[in-house]
């Protein structure tokens, strides 16, 4: 018969923790001040992924009720959108508010 292994003894072991609390500076936040930029032109903007056969136009008059208003969508986007004449289909467009 064998006898199960003796558990270990840290009856000895002793630990000591230094705080970092006297030597850290306390943080400085007085210079700090904090700007919200109005969100107010962006309520109301949507998103439309584009689908085969579609033109600024008719995402225009679909959302605007105005093929006319095309321009808007395209200025929007300028970010991807080159040429009026060239959206493919799955490009996702931003859709602005429109101030009437």
Not at 35 to 57: H, I, P
Request: overall charge negative; charged content about 35%; hydrophobic content about 30%.
């Amino acid at each position: 018969m064998t006898t199960p292994d003796p558990k270990a003894d840290f009856s000895g072991v002793s630990a000591k923790v230094d705080t970092t609390e006297e030597k850290v500076e306390k943080a400085d936040f007085s210079g700090v001040s904090a700007r919200v930029d109005s969100t107010e032109e962006k309520v109301g903007e949507q998103t439309y992924t584009v689908a085969q056969g579609d033109t600024l136009s008719h995402i225009a008059q679909r959302f605007y009720g105005k093929a006319s208003r095309w321009k808007a969508i395209f200025e929007a986007n300028r970010d991807q959108l080159d040429d009026p004449d060239r959206i493919r289909p799955g490009q996702v467009l931003k859709i602005p508010a429109l101030d009437d």
